[in-house]
């Protein structure tokens, strides 16, 4: 099920009232149940992206539409009421949600390490029911148990009375998507997820994701530098490289999309194995 949607949607920016067109145009569909990897050099947009998909910016034009279904309880303690005084069901603009009800919808994971000190991973892991516990923040044997059962989903059982600035980079990341599934929300986006980590760890992370995306039937989209890695684990590839090419990766192989993308003096694509040779000096 298509759970977001790009619909003729601009993004950018406006500095010192001039409007800076970063992309357009972009159509296509973030589907729940997949791990979706973005794709694009330095610079393309893909920061912007996700920012306008996480609405941490408006979009220049065009559209946003989240599929929501069931519909959502309000926090507990509130006379919050649906979007548009209506039951939530079907495709609703990200403009038309307040940020309490974003939260219930969408969690983000940044690539900045965190400066947190003094708190247990399994405390910060917590705070993802905020958007569930009302004013005071009162955490009940439910918000406890959703607490544990993320924990749990990560396996970092052992990690949840470590202090956080004793983790290594790895081990935050973890902590931090625990939180984002203990926020409960059917989509999560991730910014550069496997930054700071080895090779191991960062195929660990990735296969982590896309686990989560299948069993869980989560809506997992990242960007990410690594683009052999994705190729290899990710449902869907998104490439932003003259526009947005949106496919599996062996579709986008095919198309000669990957190609276009990766290769350059000393560097082959090998679309059968969907792998990156770089060609020794002699």
């Not at 003729?8 to 972009?26: F, M, P, Q, R, W």
């Not at 038309?96 to 947190?116: C, D, M, P, W, Y």
Request: aromatic share 6%; with cysteine; charged share 20%.
């Amino acid at each position: 099920m298509n759970t977001v949607i790009l619909k003729d949607l601009s993004i950018g920016y406006t500095a010192k009232g001039n409007e800076k067109v970063v992309a357009c145009g972009l159509n296509a569909a973030i589907n729940s149940g997949e791990l979706t990897c973005l794709l694009g050099q330095n610079g393309i947009g893909k920061s912007t992206l996700l920012r306008t998909l996480s609405a941490f910016q408006p979009p220049l034009a065009g559209d946003v539409l989240l599929n929501i279904a069931p519909p959502l309880s309000p926090p507990r303690g509130s006379d919050l009421k649906p979007p548009l005084g209506e039951v939530w069901k079907g495709f609703r603009p990200l403009s038309s949600l307040n940020s309490q009800l974003l939260s219930r919808l969408i969690g983000v994971v940044l690539t900045e390490k965190l400066a947190i000190k003094n708190m247990t991973a399994e405390e910060l892991i917590a705070m993802g029911r905020a958007p569930y516990t009302g004013f005071w923040g009162r955490l009940t044997e439910e918000d406890y148990q959703v607490v544990s059962d993320a924990i749990r989903l990560v396996g970092i059982e052992s990690l949840a009375g470590r202090m956080i600035q004793t983790l290594s980079d790895g081990e935050r990341q973890k902590v931090m998507i625990a939180k984002a599934l203990a926020q409960q929300t059917p989509i999560i986006y991730l910014d550069e997820p496997t930054a700071f980590l080895d090779y191991p760890s960062k195929v660990e992370m990735m296969q982590l994701l896309r686990r989560l995306a299948v069993q869980e039937q989560k809506t997992i989209f990242l960007s990410t530098h690594d683009v052999e890695l994705s190729l290899q684990v990710a449902d869907c590839i998104w490439l932003m490289e003259g526009g947005l090419h949106v496919g599996t990766p062996r579709q986008l192989a095919e198309q000669g999309a990957l190609s276009r993308f990766i290769e350059r003096e000393g560097i082959t694509f090998d679309r059968s194995s969907l792998t990156i040779r770089v060609k020794s000096e002699e």
